[in-house]
C-alpha cells in the first residue's frame, strides 16, 4: 500500500490531536513533497502527486427515472 | 434455487479509513470482482490498494449522454460478473442505499433473476451532516428532497421542519446530461423555496469531510446567495426551521377524548 494511502487511513482510523498528527506523519516514510501537503492538509496537492482522477462524477441519483 | 453467483453493494463511509464496516470490508476482500464508485480520487486509490484489481465505474460517465444511460450501463457490468458465476462486490461512497439508484437497481435486479444479493450500509453524508452541523432530525421533523426533483413535480414544503436539499449542483437539469447547471436554473430554485422562506432566511451550504486531513464545508449563506454561491456535486443545501411547529389542536382534542372514554371504561371495570 502506498505511504501516503497507509498515513490517510491512520488518520482516518484514530482521531488525534495535533501533536500526535505530525508525529504520526512521520511515522510514514513520505518523500518531501507528500510530508507538505500532508501537513498543510492540501487535499488538491496530494491528489495531484499521487496521481488521482482530475475529475470525480459521483452522482448516482436521477431525479426522475422517466426522463 | 440461488445459483453461485452473487451480489453484495456496500457503502464505504464518507472518510477515508473512517467509517468502513468489517463486514463490508470482508466483502471487498473476498469478492471475485469489485467495482468501485466513489467522490474522492485519494478515497478511489484507497479501494484500489485493498484491491489492485477494482474496476472504477468512473468511465460510465459521458457528459452530453443521459446518467440514466450510464446507470443501466452500471448495473449491467455488475449484473453480467453475477451472471458468470462470481461473488462481485460494488463499493459506493457513503450509504449505497441512500440517493443512488444505481446499487438499488442491481441488487433488486440479481435478486430478480435467482442471484444471492445484499446492501450492506454506510454512513451517509447525511449521517456525517446531522453530527457536523448538531441537527437530530428527530427534534421538528426533517425534509429531504433532490434537488431537480423538487423542482419537476408539485411538493409540500414544511418549513416548522428541517429541509434538505441534494445534488443542488446540478439542479433543474432535466437532460441528466449534465454534471452541473448554472445561475439561472438556481434562479428558480430559489424563487420556489422563496415561497416557503424569506430572501434573507439562512441555508447552509454542507459537504461531508472524505479525508481524515480535510474538514467539512459548512458554509452559513442566505437562500437569496445561492443563485451566485459555489454550489458542486456534492453540496447540500440544510434549511433550519423559519417558523415554529403549529399545534394541531382538533386532533389533541379527539386525543383528549379518547383519553377520557379509556378513563371512563376503566372506572366502568
Redesign the interface.
Known amino acids: ?2 505511504n501516503v ?2 498515513a ?6 484514530s ?1 488525534m490531536q495535533a501533536s500526535h498528527y505530525v508525529a504520526t506523519i512521520d511515522s510514514f516514510v513520505l518523500d518531501r513533497a507528500e510530508r507538505k501537503a ?1 501537513l498543510d ?1 492540501d ?1 488538491a496537492t ?2 495531484e502527486l ?1 496521481g ?3 475529475k ?10 422517466e ?1 | 434455487m440461488s445459483q453461485q453467483g452473487s451480489l453484495a453493494c456496500v457503502g464505504l463511509g464518507m ?5 468502513l464496516s468489517p463486514r463490508s470490508r470482508s466483502h471487498i476482500e473476498q469478492a471475485d470482482v469489485v467495482f468501485a ?6 478515497v ?3 479501494v484500489q ?1 485493498m484491491r489492485p484489481d477494482m474496476r ?1 465505474l ?1 468511465p460510465f ?1 459521458n457528459e452530453g449522454t ?3 444511460v450510464s ?1 443501466n450501463a452500471m448495473v449491467e457490468a455488475m449484473l453480467a460478473e453475477v451472471r458468470a458465476g462470481r461473488r462481485v462486490c460494488g463499493v ?2 457513503g450509504h449505497p442505499g441512500v ?5 438499488h437497481k442491481a441488487v433488486a435486479g440479481a435478486r430478480a433473476e435467482g442471484f444471492e444479493a445484499v446492501m450492506e450500509p454506510g454512513i451517509s453524508a447525511e449521517d456525517c451532516l446531522y453530527a457536523d452541523l448538531g441537527i437530530d432530525p428527530g427534534k421538528y421533523g426533517c425534509q429531504h428532497f ?4 423538487l ?2 413535480y408539485q411538493r409540500r414544503i414544511d418549513p416548522s421542519a428541517y429541509l434538505i436539499i ?2 443542488v449542483g ?1 439542479a433543474g ?4 446530461a449534465r ?1 452541473s447547471t448554472g445561475p439561472a436554473y438556481r434562479r428558480l430554485l430559489v424563487e420556489l423555496l422563496a415561497q416557503d422562506y424569506p430572501l434573507t432566511h439562512p441555508v447552509i451550504a454542507y459537504e461531508a469531510a472524505t ?4 474538514a467539512p464545508r459548512m458554509d452559513e449563506l442566505r437562500l437569496s446567495d445561492l443563485v451566485d454561491a459555489d454550489l458542486r ?2 453540496t447540500t443545501l440544510v434549511f433550519p426551521p423559519a417558523m415554529p411547529m403549529q399545534r394541531n389542536q382538533e386532533m389533541l382534542d379527539r386525543l383528549a377524548g379518547l383519553d377520557c372514554e379509556m378513563e371512563e371504561g376503566k372506572c366502568r371495570q
Open positions: 500500500m502506498s494511502i497507509r490517510l487511513e491512520t488518520l482516518g482510523r482521531p500532508m492538509r487535499h496530494l491528489n499521487m488521482g482522477t482530475k470525480m462524477v459521483f452522482a448516482i441519483m436521477a431525479a426522475d427515472e426522463t | 472518510m477515508l479509513g473512517a467509517h464508485l466513489v467522490s474522492d480520487p485519494l478511489e486509490l484507497w490498494e472504477s468512473q460517465y443521459s446518467r440514466l446507470y459506493f461512497y440517493f443512488a439508484l444505481v446499487p433532490e434537488a431537480s426533483q423542482m419537476f441534494w445534488q446540478m437539469d432535466r437532460s441528466l454534471f479525508l481524515p486531513i480535510t456535486l456534492q
